[in-house]
């Protein structure tokens, strides 16, 4: 442990101490909130002042801090499951407290983490309904954006991309509307971030809708708009993913690298790992065009390694398979190919599970049946193959077996004429006479020149 890992646990220590011995009465929400304000996301050092901040607005019965403190432990917990349950007590405080905006806040709150921390879709898209239908009875026009925002994400997920891309162009007029308005500083930073958010999401749509110029056009803007990076990293780590993917789609492979690996460091700064995913498939994809197989198969298997890890399945990645499976098939690599047909079999049941309207699509264009008929010739040559290396190994264990009786019979013979040819130049020896051995009806355990046989019980 270092120098300054010390001191910081020491500090942290003694802020803990500090805060358990401290009467909540004498404690202000700010003095307890500065505690936990540098901590980054998902550091559980601050639920301990959290905790204390909640326990603070609950003896003092205020509503509106103990939604303000679940929405903080929500941040700071690492565990999924924490999170949602911190999620359904700021919507049971926020139902007491019958503010429509707060309430609309905490539903939307709740299906953030199943759409980006459980990556179950259905039931994010249940709570954005709530958060939406909420948000009807409220004024505040930022909390209507943000919600239409993560229903248009959904949208886009489920392959609506026509409808997403009008939730995304009506949040990116009403951020940008908002950023004339002379704002507090941190309310700018928010609205920023809403419409660089949208513009990249909308982007995405046009390019699935196939609005390459379109597409184009708001990832340069964005980029060209985007001038304090330090304070929008993440939303400059996206807009380098779509460069990175519009400079691939024009051919322009090394400096679609450049944009894309770019865009992998800082979504790995930031844990963004849904992103991540996509952008290694990207990476994949040009090292293949590239003609650099081995980098190539890195990052296609690194996806992989993600979607086994994280769950994070999208139409958009399913071709990873596609080529990692005609990797296999050059190579004469059957279990690989089974493995690559097994998971493309089963991406594309969630597909079809999540994604009704994307089932016949996926159907017409990746036809199921080859893939089940190309299964079924793989594993029945594979068993063959099998069959014939075990037929091999018999023959060659039997054939050895032969020419080791063989041997063995051989030299049993030569020792036979040896032994009668001993026994007649003895017999012709003066003074030699011939024995005839007296049978006793019994054979004797142990005779020189003979071998002895031992069983080993078990």
Not at 85 to 112: F, H, T, W
Not at 291 to 320: C, Q, T
């Amino acid at each position: 442990m270092n120098y300054h890992h010390k001191l910081s646990l020491l500090i942290f220590n003694l802020l803990s101490f500090f805060m358990l011995a401290q009467d909540l009465e004498k404690l202000t929400y700010k003095t307890i909130s500065d505690l936990y304000a540098g901590y980054p996301e998902n550091d559980e050092r601050a639920i301990v002042f959290v905790n204390r901040y909640i326990e603070k607005a609950k003896s003092e019965h205020c509503l509106n801090k103990q939604i303000i403190g679940y929405e903080e432990a929500i941040f700071y917990t690492k565990n999924v499951n924490c999170k949602l349950s911190y999620a359904d007590s700021a919507i049971s405080v926020a139902l007491q407290a019958k503010v429509p905006d707060v309430i609309s806040r905490s539903y939307l709150g709740k299906g953030i983490i199943y759409y980006y921390n459980k990556r179950q879709y259905k039931q994010a898209l249940e709570q954005y309904l709530k958060a939406y239908q909420w948000s009807q009875n409220s004024d505040n026009d930022y909390q209507k954006n943000k919600v239409i925002y993560h229903l248009g994400m959904v949208k886009s997920y489920l392959g609506d991309y026509q409808e997403a891309s009008r939730h995304f162009r009506n949040t990116a007029r009403y951020f940008e509307e908002r950023l004339k308005e002379n704002l507090n500083p941190n309310i700018k930073l928010n609205n920023e971030a809403g419409y660089f958010n949208s513009i990249y999401r909308l982007s995405n749509c046009y390019r699935n809708l196939g609005l390459y110029s379109q597409e184009d056009s708001l990832i340069d803007m964005g980029l060209q708009k985007l001038e304090n990076i330090n304070d929008h990293l993440l939303e400059y780590g996206y807009l380098q993913t779509g460069k990175g993917v519009q400079l691939l789609r024009k051919g322009d492979k090394n400096e679609a690298l450049k944009h894309l690996k770019l865009s992998r460091d800082i979504l790995l700064i930031n844990q963004d790992y849904g992103s991540l995913t996509l952008v290694y498939f990207y990476l994949g994809k040009a090292y293949w065009l590239q003609g650099n197989r081995a980098e190539s198969l890195r990052y296609l298997n690194k996806v992989d390694s993600m979607i086994h890890k994280f769950h994070f399945i999208s139409p958009e990645i399913r071709s990873n398979y596609q080529y990692l499976l005609d990797d296999a098939k050059q190579n004469g690599n059957v279990d690989g190919q089974l493995y690559y047909i097994d998971q493309l079999l089963k991406m594309d049941s969630i597909l079809i599970a999540d994604f009704p309207m994307m089932a016949s699509k996926i159907y017409h264009e990746y036809d199921r049946i080859p893939l089940l008929q190309g299964k079924r010739l793989l594993e029945k040559k594979n068993h063959n193959i099998n069959l014939l290396t075990i037929a091999a190994v018999v023959s060659i264990i039997i054939m050895l077996l032969v020419l080791l009786d063989y041997r063995r019979r051989m030299k049993k013979k030569r020792i036979d004429i040896k032994y009668y040819e001993l026994l007649e130049r003895m017999k012709n020896q003066d003074g030699f006479v011939e024995t005839i051995p007296i049978s006793s009806g019994k054979k004797r355990a142990f005779q020189p020149g003979s071998y002895r046989r031992y069983q080993i019980k078990t």
